[in-house]
């Protein structure tokens, strides 16, 4: 049992998580002590990416085990207020669901549920951590595959959006998983990395993520990735999901679609990296039933970045009188993923292989 992650750690009893909103800016934590801290810390994007927010999501159910002296009905209570604090990722529901289920279940057996709550929240994290490592092995194999086509000397050049690294799954991400693993293998690595527009985090994020870790990259505008492919300069693209479908539709940070239909139209092989927790598999088309969040103006009228002063600010981008709307995610139909890279494997993105590896999570 582990109790300490690159993006958060336990101490003394509450969780410290580093502060996204600060990144690349400046390393700061944040201490939560609270559920309503906790809530607060995924709802105002201190901690974001599909598997930070169900880890902070399931040591917030703990915290609000504490706050209630293990009080189910009241666990259940602030539990409810956590699982709402942002749609999209469905790690958020099913963390909480989870914590929720064991612990009804400790109550029986009268155990310990402060206790019981802590244990679970970080066995969900320990698993993150197995997990991203595995994703990191079977994704590499694609990586390395590319690799021995490439002349001597040539990089294989991935592209990614968003931020799927340690910042958004412990202890290797998702996407960022593959490459991670490619570049201690000694593999000779490139990654395209998309702004991410509105909110920047592959600006932010994933550049200072590879920064950290020394592997080369360049930031491109959100519309370069379709000149990229056209030019033969991208080999693979690995994204992230918040949320998949049984059949393989894709939630992930909006602009992950436009991607993916440039990179079918040049025949560049498009794979997301997603633990099992990320599927679900209670719904089928992503279109249709899968919640879009939709977020403040703000983010689009504005860009926020460190400004001559040293302070963190923003400017308007755009007219006083324009407004603007901001979804945060898109879906990426299963027509347009090559496959997707889990824990357990690589699989087709269509309900039979996805069912044929994940039959245990069929309800
Ligand atoms: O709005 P965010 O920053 O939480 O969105 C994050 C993403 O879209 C990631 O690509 C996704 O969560 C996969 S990372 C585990």
Known sequence: MNSTYKAFWLEAGDLVVIDQTQLPFSLVTKTLKTSADATLAIKDMTVRGAGVIGNVAAFGVYLAA?????????????????RLARPTAVNLMWAVDRLLSVLEKAATQNQDI????????IAIADEDVVGTRNIGKYGCELIEAIAKTKPKGEPVNILTHCNAGWLAIVDRGSALAPIYEANERGIN???????????????????????????PHTLIADNTGGLLMQYGKVDLCIVGTDRTTRSGDVANKIGTYLKALAAFDNHVPFYVALPSSTFDMQISDGVKEIAIETRSADEVLYLQGLQDDGAIGRVRVAPLETTALNYGFDITPARLVTGLITERGICDADETSISAMFLDLIP
């Open 189 to 215: 690595v490139h990654v395209w990395v998309d702004e991410t527009r509105p909110r920047n985090q592959g600006a932010n994020l994933t550049a200072w993520e590879l920064g950290q870790s020394q592997i």
């Open 114 to 121: 402060v206790e019981v709550a802590l244990k679970e929240a």
């Open 66 to 82: 504490r706050e209630s002296k293990g009080d189910l009905v009241k666990i259940k209570e602030l539990a409810a207020v956590i």
